[in-house]
């Protein structure tokens, strides 16, 4: 049987507390797989059909780069392939390991070798190795004396040397989606003996807390569990559970803050006088003009944006003409910013675009673009699909290829709704060809 070091950190959690240190492991390590078959997310390596699984099957592991975001099962998977190909488990971390450390490694197993026992060695975030320490791993491979297996969340094109690449065959894993999170919540509601005392929403809010976590939703369910709840918490009461909030600000300047809003809606209201009077309020009242050039130069994207993009260039030449100028010279200069803006015509189509882009960004993690439009530099991007199927849209008619730029698995959303005022009419009428142009050719 293979014989392992004491266990470290990966997918399912840290390692279990030694006997006497502590009370019973953590529900993330308890959880841990003890078969490739149970690792969740990623079937495509340890499925019945994996690459992974067909590697074991004709009994020869290779050597492996196991690319992958945190806590999708890099470390587990490490473990779970020396108990079926029957080598010894070895891990160090390039975060804490040097020369060293890999040459007390490398004669370990050279004597291990000689009394018929091999090693797989796992080196976590092998990309933190330098070329020349990478390039202590070459002759060891080559010869068999180990099967490495790095794990990396960097791209192994740009961090690994292409000698070390050329002997591994790198893997990658996903960010384990909505479905893999549930599994190893029921895993933990199993474990425990009851369910999660979660409404359906805050269910949902703590598996997208985890952004394709495994460990962060495993230790978030603890968590959970350990409140002992007796009804379902919702989805405010999970956040201050499982998250703490940043503290708000002290705003003991009431009177600082009730003069800029009135300076701020008098202009969004398109009245220059009343935006003038606020104004001067402000600077008699010794406010830092610097101070309100920063806001009027928020303004002018917010409440302005592209119904007159040439507001956010008087924002900062004003802003600028105030530096040469200082006070009261340059108070003429806000002035004229302040009455400019408050006479631009005004859209904050772009303001709530951006919060609505943020919005989604922040409920689907981490995914990844399309392959079709990532650049393919290295021969391990061409080969794993980035950039095929690309069109290149100066070559097709009206410079127009309508293709989908969303991530895969989401549909296309319109953040951006121009509101037809000002210079916004043109860009209206521009995406709306546009949005005809890609109907026709989906």
């Known amino acids: 049987m293979p014989r392992h070091p004491q266990p470290t950190d990966d997918l399912f959690g840290a390692a279990p507390p030694q006997p006497g240190r502590g009370g019973p492991a953590p ?5 841990r797989p003890h078969d490739l078959s149970a690792v969740v997310g990623q079937d495509h390596l340890v499925g019945p059909q994996g690459s992974l699984t067909r590697m074991l099957e004709r009994g020869s592991l290779a050597s492996l780069i196991l690319w992958g975001p945190p806590g999708v099962g890099k470390t587990t998977i490490a473990r779970l392939l020396a108990d079926r190909a029957g080598l ?4 160090i971390s390039a975060v804490f390991s040097g020369v060293a450390d890999l040459k007390r490694v490398f004669e370990d197993a050279t004597r291990r070798r000689r009394t018929g026992d091999r090693t797989l060695l796992f080196v976590d975030e092998i990309h933190r190795f330098n070329r020349a320490q990478q390039d202590g791993f070459l002759p060891v491979v080559e010869d068999g004396t180990i099967t490495l ?3 990396t969340t960097e791209n192994p094109s740009f961090e690994l040397n292409g000698a070390l690449l050329s002997r591994c065959q790198v893997l990658v894993l996903k960010r384990l989606d909505d479905d893999a999170l549930e599994l190893l919540l029921a895993r933990a509601e199993a474990a425990a003996g009851t369910a999660l005392p979660l409404t359906p929403a805050a269910r949902s809010s703590l598996r997208a807390m985890a952004d394709g976590d495994g460990r962060a939703v495993l230790n978030m369910a603890e968590q959970v569990f350990a ?3 007796t009804i379902p918490l919702d989805e405010a009461e999970l956040t201050n559970l499982v998250a703490r909030r940043a503290a708000l600000y002290d705003r003991d300047r009431e009177e600082h803050y009730n ?3 009135a300076l701020h809606k008098s202009m969004r209201g398109s009245d220059p006088d009343a935006a003038l009077y606020w104004l001067a ?12 050039a920063r806001r009027l130069t928020r303004f002018a994207v917010e409440d302005i944006g592209l119904a007159d993009p040439a507001a956010l260039t008087q924002s900062i030449a004003a802003w600028e003409a105030y530096e040469r100028l200082g006070s009261p010279e340059g108070d003429l200069a806000i002035a004229q910013l302040v009455l400019y803006l408050a006479t631009a015509p005004k859209s904050n189509a772009g303001y709530r675009a951006f919060g609505a882009a943020k919005r989604a960004a922040q409920a689907t993690g981490s995914l990844p673009p399309p392959a079709h439009i990532l650049n393919a530099p290295t021969k391990l991007m061409k080969t794993l699909g980035y ?3 690309y069109a290149y849209d100066h070559d097709t008619q009206d410079a127009f290829s309508g293709q989908n730029y969303f991530p895969d698995g ?3 959303e319109q953040f951006y709704r121009p509101e037809g005022r000002g210079h916004e009419h043109e860009i209206k009428r521009r995406l709306d060809h546009w949005a005809k142009l890609r109907d026709e050719r989906a």
Do not use: K, N, T
């Open 27 to 31: 529900m993330a390590e308890s959880l």
């Open 88 to 91: 010894i488990f070895v891990q």
């Open 149 to 151: 297996i790095g794990a």
């Open 227 to 229: 409140a002992r709840a």
């Open 259 to 261: 003069l800029i809003s």
């Open 281 to 292: 309020r402000m600077l008699a009242g010794g406010e830092d003009a610097r101070y309100i």
């Open 387 to 389: 950039g095929a199927g």
């Open 410 to 412: 989401i549909p296309r």
